[in-house]
Nanobody, 127 residues
Framework: VQLVESGGGSVQAGGSLRLSCEVSGLVVEDYSLGWFRQAPGEEREGVAC????????IYADPVVSRFTISRDDAKKTVYLQMNSVTVEDTAVYYC?????????????????????WGQGTQVTVSS
């Protein structure tokens, strides 16, 4: 199984980036796909997840109305459109896959709930 992210880079605050993650070794239609991120010195936090079971989408509060997750199962790819980025969005972004969008009892995306991870792509936002 491989998840390969691309599209990271440097962007100024207020700008946009689109991340892509190509998945191989899985029947993508059977899996929920999502994104996590990890800033320096911080724990990994969930960003968004799109469920394969009911099509529902979960967004973390800091990215609501700015980021959009989408998937193209024919291309075995999940995307993260990032708009109106801020310096707080600077992090390594990871693509994830599992049968369901794992969440904690409090409703946050739970990194323990995902079996498959990409290597990550760096996003750096400058002011």
């Amino acid at each position: 199984v491989q998840l390969v992210e691309s599209g990271g880079g440097s962007v100024q605050a207020g700008g946009s980036l689109r991340l892509s993650c190509e998945v191989s070794g899985l029947v993508v239609e059977d899996y929920s796909l999502g994104w996590f991120r990890q800033a320096p010195g911080e724990e990994r936090e969930g960003v968004a997840c799109t469920s394969q079971s009911d099509g529902s989408i979960i967004y973390a509060d800091p990215v609501v109305s700015r980021f959009t997750i989408s998937r193209d199962d024919a291309k075995k790819t999940v995307y993260l459109q990032m708009n109106s980025v801020t310096v707080e969005d600077t992090a390594v972004y990871y693509c994830v896959a599992d049968f369901e969008c794992g969440v904690t009892p409090g409703g946050l995306l739970d990194p323990e709930g995902y079996d498959y991870w990409g290597q990550g792509t760096q996003v750096t936002v400058s002011s």
